[in-house]
């Protein structure tokens, strides 16, 4: 099985001469700084401004490889389903088991079964409200079938179908760690172009090329950073950021700000289909 909790698209790319430059980076401003425990997605998730997660994933193998920094790959603690975890230290560091066993068992807290499906709908239900707090409405949800078409090519779905100011969207959210899987992203282009929908993916994080890709079929992806933790989890949330430093938050509601991206480029698009005409 793909290793869970590293970046499967680490085997479809080509070498890119960004690798050299993140194998750099990390050791300058990780390794050699700081003497601590670290695993794959977590490296990435630092350096995500910087580098697309699969580039940073292969600076990490091949700093793994040269013997530059030390690695081992383990089972994830309570999966059932063989996933593994990849972890990643400096030479100078010290009682590195036990900081690995603690990140175990923090990873596998908030990657249960049942805590990555709360993830997803709550992510969801967040976005609905606020797409109906800026003038969305809702018109199906986990649909393939819009307006008698319906999409059989493939078994995905569109998380929502929405509308403004007679504009149809599809709309897809990811309230993930990890980039969404680039086969789902093409099919769900494709659903859309086939609906006859602009394609709207609200994603916590997505390369450029992936964001190009949505664009290219005249659809928007709203990039909101930070995974949404659902209510009740806030101890976990604050344990997840202090621990390993990840994105993670539980915020009451979608802010203005985010929203409001989303409602600009909408409004631009709307003035240029008029203009258009």
Known sequence: MA?????????EWPRDAKVDEAKEALMAELFEKRHEVFYGRQIAVFF????YHWITTKALNELADEGRVRSVTEALIGSAEGEMIRFY???????FRRQMQEIQKLVHEFS???M?????????AMFDVGLARFGWSEKARHARLFQGKEWTQTGHNLDRISERDGV?????????LSYIDRIELIAKIEMCKFLSLRPLFIMRMAPTNYIEL???AGGFTLVFEWQLYPYGQEQLAQRVRERLGLKVDCPQGISDGTMQRLLNWHLKQLGEDVNSL
């Not at 995500?48 to 580098?51: L, P, V």
């Not at 230290?89 to 009682?95: A, D, E, G």
């Not at 990555?116 to 969801?124: F, K, S, Y």
């Open 214 to 216: 949505v664009r290219a």
């Open 116 to 124: 990555m499906r709360a993830l997803g709908l709550h992510g969801e």
């Open 112 to 114: 249960t079964p049942g």
């Open 48 to 51: 995500e401004r910087r580098f």
């Open 3 to 11: 290793n869970h909790y590293d970046e499967p698209e680490v085997q």
């Open 89 to 95: 230290w400096s030479k100078r560091t010290r009682y």
């Open 168 to 176: 149809e969207y599809g709309v897809e959210v990811k309230n993930a």
